[in-house]
């Protein structure tokens, strides 16, 4: 596999894109041809496709944990921690307090311990864990230690947030409650955010715009845009227009699926 170089460029609306990408796997699976992705400063994607369709695999090209096999990567951000990546397990350090799970990003560049302790208290406090900070992952719920998993990507001031399933293993009304204070942090901090999901539900509500997925080799087969203002609220879950804008991805998805078959 060649992998070409990521171009980086001075842009300020444009965080992060992925132009006419292919990635291939060294086992020669072909994950995704011709992918065309661009996430602007404050704006919220949702992702969403069949298992396997590259989608993970785009998060870490966005990531720069991956470099494409053909096309190339635009990008602003030079930064350390500029760019925050969370998945769907939290993977916490057991032996560790919430507040030293927070903390280690900063801990591994080396940021002096009085700057770090104040990055963690605000980090917790967007997250709503401050009253929590001395306590161990094993006493927590699972919808708390998501908190500390989006606490650690949020204590390095992310411009770009790319979230892979986040909240997939939760019970439903903590799911719905993490989608609400997810988007009232995004809207105070505005990131740019890649959300990827399973849910046609979830991404309506969260996104502004939807991005559905063929399956493998995965590409981008429908944009949908969500014209609802923020913040949302329950009601708009309820409503007629957040329905019809389900349906509208629901039949994307099928088309996609049916256009590969």
Known sequence: MIAQKVAVRPDPDTLAAL??????YPNGVVALAGLELRVAAGSFTCLVGPSGCGKTTALRLLAGL??????????????????????????LLPWATVRDNVELPLRLRRIARREARREVERALDLVGLGEVADAYPHELSGGMRMRVSLARALVSRPKLMLLDEPFAALDEITRFRLDDELLTAWGSQGWGVVFVTHSVFESVYLGQQVLVMTPRPGRIAARIAVPEPYPRTPAFRASERYLRLCSRVSEALERAADASA
């Open 66 to 91: 991956l470099a494409p096999s053909r096309g190339r990567i635009r990008r602003s951000m030079r930064g350390p921690g500029e760019v925050a990546l969370v998945f769907q397990d939290p993977t």
């Open 19 to 24: 132009e006419e990408v292919a990635f291939v």
